[in-house]
């Protein structure tokens, strides 16, 4: 069992950035994939980036590509969200997602665990 809490969201102002983090319970975080979704209102979760076990592959949707970046640091139980370059579009509800297959998992499907979200609002 694995248990999820992220961190580090709040208002931007457009072309701002933020880092949100996801502090994993549990000894073996290292061994679980990690991703990011997002969710806003009257929409449905979207995959935003994912990470391997590792640290050493990593995937993001095209809509943040050049902008976010996912890495983890598993001494520390922990995975970050560095977003740059916000837009308004980029407002929602960010969730942190671990999964068993130690992959960088695009489809929620393949996710396991889920955190319980933190709110990401950019103002333009």
């Known amino acids: 069992q694995v248990q999820l809490v992220e961190s580090g969201g709040g208002l931007v102002q457009a072309g701002g950035s933020l880092r949100v983090s996801c502090a994993a319970s549990?000894?073996?975080?290292?061994?679980?994939?990690m991703g990011w979704f997002r969710q806003a209102p009257g929409k449905e979760r979207e995959f935003v980036a994912a990470i391997s076990w590792s640290g050493g592959s990593t995937s993001y949707a095209d809509s943040v590509k050049g902008r976010f970046t996912i890495s983890r640091d598993n001494a520390k139980n922990t995975v970050y969200l560095q977003m740059n370059s916000l837009k308004p579009d980029d407002t929602a509800n960010y969730y942190c997602?671990?999964?068993?297959?130690?992959?960088?998992?695009?489809?929620?499907?393949?996710?396991?665990?889920w955190g319980q979200g933190t709110q990401v609002t950019v103002s333009s």
């Open positions: 997602a671990a999964t068993t297959t130690g992959r960088p998992m695009t489809r929620r499907i393949n996710y396991d665990y």
């Open positions: 549990g000894r073996t975080f290292s061994s679980y994939g």
